[in-house]
Every structure is written in C-alpha cells, then in structure tokens.
C-alpha cells in the first residue's frame, strides 16, 4: 500500500465531501426557497481535484500486468478446464432435448 493507494483514498474522500457539500447545498437552497441550478464552484473543483487523484492513483498504483496469451504459464485460462469444481452438469438445459436425441429417435424408427 504505496503512495498511489493512499492519493485514492484520498481522492474518494475528496469526493465524499463533495457529494457531502452538494446535498447540504441543495438543504440550504430549500430552507431559502431558491431553486437549484447547480452546485458551488468551490464543489466543483473539490470535483475535479478528487477525480485527478483518483484518476493518478488508478495509474500509479496498479498490479503486475499478467499475460493474455494462451500459451502462457502465468495465464489462468489454460488451467481452469483441469479444475472440475467449476464444471456443472446439472443445469436447467437438460429440459430441452439435445438435437442428438432426436437423430436417435428418427433413426431408431
């Protein structure tokens, strides 16, 4: 949990705040009876700051990149048809006939 981790956090404060500032703006705006045309520049730019840095945290602080080639070791792809705990055979499909049925039953008769 680096620097980057941090700046994102950070960030989605910032914008909590911002979405904070802008309900509590628009609760003013009721009790005077104004309409709302939208939020406060200080708001927005809590905006765009928190969204800078989530935007920086989101590059500077992402995992090791793993391969998408099918011949790769470090490739996950490959080796889920060996684990049979994700294969299902019970499945709603069963209640309709497999076009290989019916070719046995025209066959058979």
Known sequence: ??????????GGLILAHAAYATIQYRGMLKIVEEEFSGPPMNVVVELLLG??????AGLAAPTKFLSILPDS?????????TNLDFMIFNHRGRVFPSSDAELKLKSKS
């Open 1 to 10: 949990m680096g620097f980057g981790f941090a700046l994102g956090v950070f």
């Open 51 to 56: 969204l800078a840095l989530c935007m920086w």
């Open 73 to 81: 070791d470090e490739n996950r792809i490959v080796s889920l048809p």
